[in-house]
């Protein structure tokens, strides 16, 4: 009398562990990912405030606090961004940007 008790057991067990199964088996493939957790900063470095600004924004972080350091070569474009680039940071995190601007007494025309 226990083997037709064992095999009707195992198969309950069966149609269980199926049916647990099954939803995640048949899951949309609509259905969307996870979100990102970490990204990777963006290299900023030479490029203009506003295109800084938007690869940053792209990237799922936000422009941070921007300061200016005088700098006639690099007049308007970023020379320096906190965390460096290719750094891994949590989704939404600030970027610190260095952007070059003239001095009050302006730059000097080199010829």
Request: proline share 7%.
């Amino acid at each position: 009398m226990r083997h037709p008790l064992r095999a009707g057991l195992f198969a309950i067990a069966l149609a269980a562990a199926s049916l647990a199964v099954a939803p995640a088996a048949h899951a949309r493939s609509t259905d969307p990912a996870p979100p990102v957790l970490f990204v990777r900063v963006p290299v900023v470095q030479g490029e203009t405030l506003d295109d800084a600004g938007k690869l940053i924004n792209l990237s799922g972080l936000k422009v941070g606090a921007v300061t200016g350091v005088e700098d006639c070569a690099n007049l308007g474009r970023v020379v320096d961004q906190d965390p460096d680039a290719n750094t891994l940071v949590r989704r939404g995190s600030a970027v610190n940007l260095t952007v070059g601007k003239a001095p009050v007494k302006g730059c000097e025309i080199i010829q």
